[in-house]
């Protein structure tokens, strides 16, 4: 994007991508599944202005090459910091995108004195927070045996569409948005997704979110089909450093509406202020 620079550093040894840019405090953005640091676009008019944003490619993704360890959500966190420490920023607010929530409260368990706001969008905080049908699907799509021909299969555009459709982001999704996801997932290492999407979906990350004392919004859409928003609402309540925003209407793909609903909830978070009424204290 042109007003963000692309820089390149290393982590253990191999090449790491990030971009950087904006103005203000820094804030570390951790990129979804089989995503790169363009997830972000739809953000950056809102955040560029209020943060200076480090947003790394994760080891596997973009133009960032794979860890010769196992992809998990630690492993994830220590490349994000790799990028932080090349920026020359010791201090940061902390945001993930739906997997990438399980990297960004990584990047908090390991430098917690160093991390100031945290924002999700759609995380995976606990498995019972997500629908048993999604568990189902994704140990059948995992399996040795049947995993090379689900990477096969999502290298097949129609497939991919259709399955995104049906399964995870329903209709009326940003076409633009669509094709950056689609060339992302062309890149994404198989190895590395897989590792990741694992340790994901095993994640207990719900203490730390609850106990951490960060000021901390998360966003969830009313019929996301991986989250269970109605969970989610009822393990945060009571939860006094957290601001839950629920997008009514919306589910998992980002659809114009979805997109201007939470580009207001964050800008209102960031600003300190007063949220739009969707938005609940978890309290």
């Known amino acids: 994007m042109a007003w963000l620079e692309e820089r390149f550093t290393t982590h253990e040894g191999r090449p790491l991508r990030y971009l950087i840019g904006g103005s203000g405090p820094a804030m570390l953005l951790c990129h979804g599944f089989i ?3 363009e997830n972000f676009d739809d953000w950056f008019p809102e955040l560029l202005p209020r943060r200076t944003v480090i947003v790394p490619d ?5 133009k ?18 790799a990028a932080a420490d090349d920026a020359g920023v010791d201090r940061y607010d902390v945001a993930g995108l739906c997997l990438g929530s399980c990297v960004a409260l990584a990047v908090q368990r390991l430098r917690p004195n160093a991390v100031d706001r945290v924002l999700l969008h759609t995380p995976l905080l606990a498995p019972h927070l997500v629908r048993r049908r999604h568990h189902a699907q994704i140990a059948i799509m995992l399996a040795p045996l049947v995993y090379p021909g689900i990477v096969w299969l999502g290298h097949q555009r129609w497939v991919s569409d259709v399955y995104k459709r049906i399964m995870v982001e329903g209709i009326d999704v940003d076409p633009v948005a669509a094709q950056t996801n689609f060339d992302n997932q062309m890149r994404a290492n198989p190895q590395a997704a897989r590792e990741w999407l694992r340790d994901g979906m095993r994640r207990h990350d719900l203490a730390q979110v609850l106990h ?55 800008a209102a978070f960031l600003d300190d202020r007063p949220l739009p009424s969707a938005v609940t204290e978890a309290a």
């Open 64 to 81: 960032s090459a794979p860890l010769r360890a196992r992809h998990d959500g630690m492993s994830l966190a220590c490349a994000t910091l």
């Open 35 to 37: 995503g790169a640091a």
């Open 212 to 266: 951490s004392g960060s000021r901390a919004m998360i966003i969830v859409a009313r019929h996301d089909r991986i989250v269970d928003a109605v969970r989610v609402e009822r393990a945060l309540r009571g939860a006094h450093n957290i601001q839950l925003a629920i997008v009514e209407d919306a589910g998992h793909g980002w659809t114009q509406a979805m997109s201007q609903r939470q580009r207001e909830y964050i």
């Open 58 to 62: 994760l080891p596997g993704f973009g």
